[in-house]
């Protein structure tokens, strides 16, 4: 018997939210109490996203999304997929939570 070429694959998630990687690399943090954090480790430390496929929120850190703003990030939620939206630097992640594009990572925390 031949193996499937398609396997599912459970998980926990229930949200997916995507951060370009490249405007990440160009703030050099900007997040976090300390200003010196990313946005993806700030996201999963303050919403308690967890790790790995038990956790209920996913953050994914994408090369790049072809907006890249000079003083903030781009993130895509998975809920909303025709929006992106730009995150300033040094915005708290509890607001970020509360954008109206992020219903269901306010959810989360």
Do not use: Y
């Amino acid at each position: 018997m031949p193996k499937p070429n398609v396997i599912p694959i459970k998980t926990a998630w229930s949200n997916v939210a995507l951060v370009c990687g490249k405007c990440r690399k160009k703030l050099k943090g900007g997040f976090g109490p300390k200003g010196k954090e990313r946005l993806s480790k700030a996201l999963i430390r303050d919403l308690g996203a967890g790790k790995g496929r038990r956790a209920g929120l996913c953050i994914v850190e994408t090369r790049r999304m072809d907006i890249c703003p000079k003083c903030g990030v781009t993130i895509a939620n998975g809920h909303q997929p025709e929006q992106l939206l730009v995150i300033a630097e040094g915005t708290p992640v509890d607001q970020i939570a509360a954008a109206p594009g992020l219903p269901a990572l306010a959810q989360r925390a």
